[in-house]
């Protein structure tokens, strides 16, 4: 393998990696900020109890999300150099604003909130979770954000060799960084209801702390809802947003090859790149994809073959990925809303299934999660920035493969080993249980 | 160019707070196993920097996200170039922030004497690899048209190992003197002896260092072309020497407070020394890094620094008072932190 080939497979090991972690701080950080200012507000103690159960898991994976965000910053210079030199003028300005106004919020405020039981007061140490929701919530807007300027290149201009950032508001108000921050923070969102109602199905299945988890499912179904209904409505959008500035990924997520007005969404296919057909294609809803690309039923929609070969993305992939993330935020929607009201009820005796249900369905908006991903950046190739430069033109210069073979394989190893302690920590805690009681005094 | 001049300072001031702050973590986390005898002590010694490292190490990412926006051409060329390097800083970065979280979740003491050396293995794998880094920085990197022709053995010259060595023991007294505030009882105890002894090598190695610049880079220069300029690393100097005439009198705030002022000198006279250059190449001076030839646009460098002004003043803000919150030594009883026990 070349070395773009493996700086491209070492890049999108670190993301996922670290996009194991992150959606799980964004979304449980509001679950766990939203139980401890319940508490503050009623003086309940299983509130308290809640924000330490969930805080602990919360807090074992932020560190895994913290840690592995320093290799992405680095690995721009590192592997990307070319890229990183290129665009350096427009792309690094997210990337500083990020550290500078969210990461140290976030990063100071965690530090207040695990050491400060006891040494401020019940409102500053709610305060010191509601800080790194903020954080770590803009901080995902910077990084879409250079993400978005990747996907759909404005406010620059050719110049000196390089492209030049001439209009810093084109790029904060850039509709497709704009739409894919709301897309993947809420889809974040998500996820960390899903976890908090699968690991209390499990300990309601076995009767362990009923009130405890029954109020913990209370909290997050409505939260999975309200999440998985503008997951749904965001990811609609980022579709109308992803026709119009990037023809070509939207064609490879609907494997569509033939450009024609008023065209037909085909509920089932199977691309057929080779051949630039698809090899199955059956149960089309009339005029549905211009509908869906333009929000018009006889809208133009562009096939892959209006494209040069060279300029499309890997088909396969990118299709299955998107089918399978939208089938599976389907069946979210469903899934929240009989968790919503199932969890009215008093008790779960009659729909012991479900509990069943919710524990199985933990992993499945992490894999959806990881799917958007590749469903994107698969989907933005052969281009690293959108119609302005080819992924093959940004490597770094200086580097063999021999060396990239070597980072790849100690990533490997060092992730392999942080995932199975990540899994070991996280299962163990969950298993426990929340502590009996907090006999700890917080000063009112 | 006055744009470019400000973000050359603030790329060295980014690098000497982070270095101020980190330093102290990472001899803290060198002397981990060491100084502290039991589990009570070490999760003492933890306490100590646990509520402040982390948002410690983000003036890093600023660091590197700072040369990303103001100086892309360096970003890129001295990440890819140091590739090996800076990859094994970021499993140590990575191994380090691990252990701080993890090492209390579990009871068991092997599963606390393994996370206790990987806290001593990362905190002096870093530090050791920063120092080559600006070692090899101040001596300037083998480049030219054709690119880069250094490689990791070459990097661990003698100069470049000096360097390493002397960040070693920088931090090592820097964070012997941050536990002899935070702590108390024996440990404390052991800490101001720590300091005491560890003072002399740092000096050794600090004259060495500032003998062997001379010959080995061109950092005096700027320094002969405006003399005055000597007051920097003269007063780096005095604070060393300040260190120990603190410690002498028990006067350990104030001795932490010199050691502080000396990272930050240490570094600036590095800053200055290099200047305009942010990477020098010792092929052919043409082919160096400098602010004029590798920064951002100015309208760049315009933006940069309105956020900056924005929001550097803010962090600040929150991090005194912070700071201030944890302020004394830490208690020597055990403490059931949320993350398990610190």
């Known amino acids: ?444 | 160019m006055t744009l470019q001049v400000l973000w050359f300072a603030l790329w060295g001031l980014l690098w000497a707070l982070y270095f101020m702050l980190d330093g102290f973590t990472l001899g803290a986390g060198m002397l981990h196993k060491f100084i502290a005898r039991n589990d009570l002590e070490r999760q003492q010694v933890i306490r100590t920097f646990g509520p402040v490292w982390d948002g410690n190490e983000v003036w890093l990412i600023t660091a590197g996200g700072a040369t990303f926006a103001a100086f892309p051409t360096t970003y890129a060329l001295m990440f890819s170039y140091l590739y090996a390097p800076l990859l094994l800083l970021l499993f140590g970065l990575i191994i380090r922030g691990v252990s701080f979280e993890f090492r209390g979740l579990n009871a068991t003491s092997s599963w606390r004497r393994c996370w206790d050396w990987a806290i001593v293995l990362s905190s002096l794998v870093i530090t050791l690899l920063f120092g080559v880094a600006f070692g090899n920085i101040f001596q300037g990197l083998p480049m030219d048209a054709t690119g880069y022709h250094g490689s990791l053995l070459a990097l661990l010259n003698p100069y470049g190992l000096l360097t390493g060595v002397l960040f070693i023991a920088l931090f090592l007294q820097h964070g012997a003197l941050y536990l002899a505030i935070k702590t108390s009882g024996e440990l404390q105890e052991r800490a101001r002896r720590t300091a005491r002894i560890l003072w002399p090598f740092m000096l050794a190695v600090a004259v060495a260092f500032l003998a062997f610049t001379s010959p080995a880079t061109a950092l005096y220069n700027n320094f002969q072309t405006t003399p005055t300029l000597w007051v920097v690393p003269l007063m780096a100097a005095l604070e060393l020497v300040a260190v120990r005439l603190l410690l002498a009198q028990n006067k350990w705030l104030q001795a932490f407070a010199a050691s502080c002022a000396a990272i930050v000198l240490v570094v600036a006279t590095g800053i200055i020394g290099l200047f305009p250059n942010l990477i020098p190449s010792s092929l052919d001076p043409a082919y160096s890094l400098s602010l004029f030839n590798s920064s951002s646009s100015p309208y760049t460098l315009g933006i940069m620094t309105v956020v900056v002004a924005i929001f550097v003043p803010i962090v600040i803000a929150y991090k005194v008072w912070i700071y201030r919150i944890f302020r004394g030594p830490v208690s020597d009883a055990t403490e059931e932190g949320i993350g398990g026990n610190y």
């Not at chain 1, 330490?52 to 210079?77: D, P, S």
């Not at chain 1, 974040?188 to 009767?207: K, Q, T």
């Not at chain 1, 562009?302 to 993305?313: I, N, S």
Request: glycine share 8%; charged share 15%; aromatic share 14%.
């Open chain 1, 1 to 444: 393998m070349d070395v773009v080939t493996l700086s491209r497979l070492q890049f999108a090991i670190t993301t996922l990696f670290h996009f194991m972690f992150v959606p799980l701080t964004l979304g449980l950080s509001i679950l766990v900020a939203w139980m401890e200012t319940r508490y503050v507000r009623t003086g309940d103690e299983l509130y308290l109890r809640m924000t330490r159960f969930w805080g602990k898991l919360f807090l074992v994976n932020f560190a895994l999300g913290i840690v592995t965000g320093i290799t992405l910053e680095f690995q721009f210079g590192m592997n990307w150099a070319e890229y990183s030199r290129y665009v350096g003028d427009i792309f690094g300005a997210p990337l500083a604003i990020e550290a500078t106004a969210a990461f140290f919020l976030e990063s100071v405020f965690i530090g207040l909130w695990i050491f400060g039981w006891g040494k401020v007061s019940k409102k500053v140490h709610c305060f010191a979770i509601w800080m790194v929701v903020l954080g770590s919530n803009m901080s995902a807007l910077w990084i879409l954000l250079a993400n978005g300027w990747m996907q759909n290149p404005v406010g620059y201009v050719l110049r000196n060799n390089r492209a030049e950032m001439i209009d810093f508001g084109a790029l904060l108000t850039n509709p497709y960084g704009l739409i894919k921050f709301f897309h993947t923070v809420i889809s974040a969102h998500l996820l960390a209801a899903f976890f908090v109602m699968g690991v209390s199905a499990w300990h309601l299945l076995r009767n362990s702390h009923p009130e405890f988890f029954r109020r913990s499912f209370r909290m997050a179904a409505p939260f999975a809802l309200v999440a998985a209904c503008l997951v749904m409505f965001s990811g609609d959008m980022q579709a109308s947003v992803v026709a119009h500035f990037q023809p070509t990924k939207f064609a490879a997520l609907e494997s569509t090859w033939e450009t024609r007005s008023g065209a037909p969404l085909n509920l089932i296919v199977w691309p057929d790149a080779a051949n630039e057909r698809n090899a199955v294609q059956a149960l089309p809803i009339p005029k549905m994809l211009s509908y869906l690309a333009h929000k018009n039923l006889n809208s133009e929609v562009k096939g892959l073959k209006e494209f040069p070969p060279e300029e499309r993305p890997p088909v396969l992939p990118v299709f299955l990925s998107f089918r399978v993330m939208v089938g599976l935020g389907v069946f979210f929607v469903v899934a929240s809303i009989a968790a919503l009201l199932l969890s009215r009820r008093t008790t779960w005796d009659r729909h012991r299934w479900f509990l069943r249900l919710m524990f199985y369905a933990i992993p499945l908006p992490y894999l959806a999660n990881q799917l958007g991903w590749i469903a994107a950046e698969v989907g933005r190739q052969p281009w690293i920035v959108y119609g302005l430069m080819k992924t093959s033109a940004g490597v770094s210069s200086n580097l063999a493969p021999g060396h990239v073979i070597g980072s790849l394989l100690g990533f490997t190893l060092l992730y392999g080993g942080l995932g199975v302690l990540d899994f070991y920590l996280l299962t163990k805690i969950a298993a426990k249980g929340p502590e009996a009681a907090v006999t700890r005094k917080q000063e009112a």
